[in-house]
């Protein structure tokens, strides 16, 4: 059981660039988000998805894109990359309410530069 | 709109020393609220539920309606409990997890 796996860990991107950061999880959990991390502002929700095929905007969405094919993948996609992105980001997943109160599970984190 | 506030970016104590985290929510409803932990460089690890009136690490949080507030609390201070601290909570029927800005806690030997 690998819980929510991240990938890649570590990227710099020039800005302009696109590139997609990797989610998965293996808890077959319905819900899946992503944030971004950034000093003194906490975790800001990107996008979020409840269920395979259903995906919706979260509170700093310009910028992203996602897609969520099936339930163990949530994939997040810069369509062009500005040093405004240089973040920190995180992916979570969790089981549908009231399971869901158990709280969310979070992958490691990739941490994205962008020169 | 929902939202949840930690009014400390900082928080310094001594080892021993008690320790509160201060968190209020804005929520309409009965608010689903988490503390979560992250330490250095680390993923979020869910620390607290109010649902479940636990103790982890000698942390508790008591949810009070009336003052609006899910401070986390805990009796002495150990170093190994220097870390990041949010105060999340779920957002309306879709189970959103909405952060509060976090507080860094610093404890000193």
């Known amino acids: 059981n690998a819980g929510v796996t991240q990938t890649p860990k570590f990227q710099v991107l020039k800005t302009g660039q696109s590139m997609t950061l990797q989610c998965a999880q293996d808890m077959n959990h319905e819900y899946m988000s992503w944030y971004r991390q950034d000093p003194g502002m906490g975790l800001r929700l990107i996008h979020y998805s409840v269920g395979a095929g259903i995906t919706d905007q979260g509170e700093v969405p310009n910028g992203y894109n996602v897609s969520r094919s099936t339930t163990e993948d949530f994939p997040l996609r810069l369509l062009s990359a500005a040093p405004s992105q240089t973040s920190v980001y995180f992916c979570?997943?969790?089981?549908?309410?009231?399971?869901?109160?158990?709280?969310?599970?979070f992958g490691s984190g990739t941490r994205l530069t962008v020169v | 709109a929902q939202r949840v506030t930690q009014p400390e970016k900082l928080l310094s104590v001594f080892k021993g020393a008690p320790v509160e985290l201060k968190c209020n929510y804005s929520?309409?409803?009965?608010?689903?609220l988490f503390w979560y932990v992250q330490y250095s460089r680390q993923r979020l690890q869910l620390l607290l539920r109010h649902i479940s009136r636990e103790s982890i690490k000698g942390f508790t949080a008591d949810l009070n309606k009336g003052e609006t507030s899910f401070h986390l609390k805990k009796p002495f201070a150990q170093e190994e409990d220097s870390a990041m601290y949010y105060c999340a909570g779920l957002s309306g029927g879709y189970n959103k997890l909405i952060f509060g800005a976090g507080t860094r806690l610093a404890v000193h030997p």
């Open positions: 979570a997943s969790s089981y549908r309410s009231p399971e869901a109160n158990y709280g969310y599970t």
């Open positions: 929520y309409s409803g009965s608010p689903e």
